[in-house]
């Protein structure tokens, strides 16, 4: 038997000016893209031959240029036209977040989908694993054998969930039989920090998919917060099972809609987790906190959500303080202020404006400070790979350092920190670009608190003008009734 695979990463966020290029996307091929996916053994136990295609994965930023989603789709379809006369069935890894710039439907996942099935044919089984960020719609499942998104977030079982699927579809494959996914889609439409699984509702609703999955008769479940920082007629969260035979067809269909009255049953449970705060509360609550390390996470500014990590709002907040406390931003993007930290070495005094202007957010701030150190730039939490080089800087008259980036680097493992050169408990305070604190991070923290700023990845999604989207949506519309979205 052989297996067609191939991966795709976007989270696109509409609202930052940058538009996604293949400079932006690390990419593999041949046996560092099966290497990478993390199912290699997986298959070949198996004694199913892998054929990869390509290992397509960003940062996540803003919209992807057309030229380049052309580039990625060219490299999938022909890559599958040139096997499928030899292959058993398409194993794929498939954000479900990406936005296209000029492409019709927006999302490149649901374009390739439908692209793929024509040159398949619909019976080939494929079977996709998703963040659950990432929007599912209904034609989507119809184009699917089985799906299925990671259980936490923050995303702790991507790689066992990856390697699950694979063992789905090997069961699938050798056991052929009709499989089609049940989809209940939700009028709920909430961001990643209001539905972290170790809180509830998500707690609870994991607890309920692991039970369901012990039934014989359902082979895989899984809920879909969905993804909503582009404006998309996908948005909305979505229950999915898929039945292990067509007779148990209405056995999932039950369990799905249990699932899914639990969800809405208890939508109002999707609130921030942890601490929280204003900004100018944020800062205080941090500096006066009597131990170390205590962290901040600019959540208007999320790397990990497409923020664009340029704004200066966090570093001018500090700067209104005077504090014994060791501060560490970590970073600021402005690649014209990374130029020319490039030009000067460690231990150089230096004098330069910090924040592109592109608005308020992203204000210049006048800096006098010296180089301390010079490191790497690292993206990717797993698959790591270096970017540029990173220029800490030390403020003048205070106790602030600030990373200054030409790149959206979500601070969230040692390994970053000490890429750049630095000892993440060498401070008090280090402020990461980031919404809910990554797992990584949290077992190295005294204290975190999210400080509510404002900016592309702003956490009160109620602000954000949804034009395109399912209406009546909670919690933008006050609704009492569920009714699916069709």
């Given at each position: 038997m052989k297996v067609f695979v191939a991966h795709f990463t976007a989270e696109c966020n509409e609202h930052i000016s940058h538009i996604v290029t293949k400079d932006d996307f690390h990419f593999l091929y041949d046996e560092d893209c099966i290497d990478a996916m993390h199912i290699k053994d997986i298959f070949e136990n198996a004694q199913i031959e892998i054929i990869p295609s390509i290992f397509a994965s960003m940062h996540p930023n803003g919209m992807i240029q057309k030229e380049t989603f052309d580039f990625i789709c060219k490299q999938i379809l022909a890559s599958l036209k040139s096997c499928v006369q030899?292959?058993?069935?398409?194993?794929?890894?498939?954000?479900?977040?990406?936005?296209?710039?000029q492409l019709s439907c927006i999302s490149g996942e649901h374009y390739l989908l439908h692209e793929i099935r024509k040159i398949t044919g619909k019976?080939?089984?494929?079977?996709?694993?998703?963040?659950?960020?990432?929007?599912?719609?209904?034609?989507?499942?119809?184009?699917?054998?089985?799906?299925?998104?990671?259980?936490?977030?923050?995303?702790?079982?991507?790689?066992?969930?990856?390697?699950?699927?694979?063992?789905?579809?090997?069961?699938?494959?050798?056991?052929?039989?009709?499989?089609?996914?049940?989809?209940?889609?939700?009028?709920?439409?909430?961001?990643?920090?209001r539905s972290v699984s170790a809180k509830e509702p998500v707690c609870s609703i994991n607890r309920l998919l692991d039970e369901a999955e012990k039934d014989s008769r359902v082979f895989s479940t899984s809920f879909h917060v969905g993804y909503i920082r582009h404006d998309d007629d996908k948005l909305g969260a979505a229950v999915v099972v898929v039945p292990n035979r067509y007779e148990d067809k209405e056995h999932c269909e039950k369990i799905a809609e249990e699932i899914s009255n639990y969800v809405w049953d208890h939508r109002e449970e999707f609130q921030f987790s942890g601490n929280f705060d204003e900004l100018d509360k944020s800062v205080e609550k941090a500096i006066s906190y009597p131990e170390k390390t205590v962290v901040i996470t600019d959540s208007g500014d999320n790397c990990g959500a497409g923020g664009a990590g340029q704004n200066t709002v966090v570093l001018e907040e500090f700067l209104k303080h005077t504090t014994e406390k060791k501060?560490?931003?970590?970073?600021?993007?402005?690649?014209?202020?990374?130029?020319?930290?490039?030009?000067?070495?460690?231990?150089?005094?230096?004098?330069?404006?910090?924040?592109?202007?592109?608005?308020?957010?992203?204000?210049?701030?006048?800096?006098?400070?010296?180089?301390?150190?010079?490191?790497?730039?690292?993206?990717?939490?797993?698959?790591?790979?270096?970017?540029?080089?990173?220029?800490?800087?030390?403020?003048?008259?205070?106790?602030i350092d600030v990373i200054v980036l030409n790149?959206?680097?979500?601070?969230?493992?040692?390994?970053?920190?000490?890429?750049?050169?630095?000892?993440?408990?060498?401070?008090?305070?280090?402020?990461?670009?980031?919404?809910?604190?990554?797992?990584?991070?949290?077992?190295?923290?005294k204290y975190h608190i999210m400080a509510l700023t404002d900016g592309p990845t702003i956490q009160r999604s109620e602000k954000i003008p949804f034009k395109k989207i399912y209406r009546p949506m909670w919690p933008i519309d006050d609704l009492e009734k569920l009714e699916y979205i069709l």
């Open positions: 030899e292959i058993d069935g398409i194993y794929l890894q498939f954000h479900g977040a990406s936005g296209v710039k019976y080939m089984p494929i079977a996709m694993v998703m963040d659950p960020h990432g929007n599912l719609t209904n034609e989507l499942c119809d184009e699917l054998n089985i799906v299925r998104c990671y259980r936490e977030s923050p995303h702790s079982d991507q790689v066992e969930t990856e390697r699950l699927v694979a063992k789905l579809l090997i069961d699938l494959l050798k056991n052929r039989r009709s499989m089609k996914p049940i989809i209940r889609k939700l009028p709920i439409m909430v961001g990643g920090e501060v560490l931003i970590a970073g600021i993007n402005d690649e014209k202020a990374h130029n020319y930290c490039l030009m000067h070495n460690v231990n150089d005094r230096i004098e330069f404006d910090l924040g592109i202007g592109e608005n308020e957010l992203s204000k210049p701030i006048h800096i006098v400070g010296t180089i301390i150190k010079k490191g790497i730039q690292l993206y990717g939490f797993g698959n790591n790979y270096s970017v540029g080089d990173a220029h800490t800087i030390r403020i003048e008259g205070t106790n790149h959206n680097i979500q601070y969230g493992t040692m390994e970053q920190f000490h890429a750049a050169g630095l000892e993440f408990h060498d401070y008090d305070i280090v402020v990461v670009k980031m919404g809910y604190l990554d797992t990584y991070l949290i077992p190295e923290t």
